[in-house]
């Protein structure tokens, strides 16, 4: 089976930046899309953006475009979220997620693996 663990969620002020890191362990890893979703407190669990196996093509939410990027460095069988320009409104629970057909798609019920979440807070 895939394990993820995230890891880099904080709290910073609205402007700061943050990078957040999977690790994921068990099989093929570069050959599955990966990706982020978020869960704010009392809202449904929210698309971020996803990353196809060689990175090749990327998906990004409307509310995170030119703000945040995804990318993956298979050799270290990791995916980082590079966040900048962060916004009080980014303040969530952040899960790393594996598809493991290797398509890009925004409903969470598709994606076959999740990590533990790691917490972002960003104040004004």
């Known amino acids: 089976q895939v394990q993820l663990v995230e890891s880099g969620g904080g709290l910073v002020q609205a402007g700061d930046s943050l990078r957040l890191s999977c690790a994921a362990s068990?099989?093929?890893?570069?050959?599955?899309?990966m990706g982020w979703f978020r869960q704010a407190p009392g809202k449904e669990r929210e698309f971020v953006v996803a990353?196809?196996?060689?990175?090749?093509?990327?998906y990004y939410a409307d509310s995170v475009k030119g703000r945040f990027t995804i990318s993956r460095d298979n050799a270290k069988n990791t995916v980082y979220l590079q966040m900048n320009s962060l916004k009080p409104e980014d303040t969530a629970i952040y899960y790393c997620v594996v598809e493991s057909g290797s398509r890009l798609t925004v409903r969470p019920s598709d994606y076959d693996y999740w990590g533990q979440g790691t917490q972002v807070t960003v104040s004004s």
């Open positions: 068990g099989r093929t890893f570069s050959s599955y899309a």
């Open positions: 990353i196809t196996w060689n990175g090749g093509t990327t």
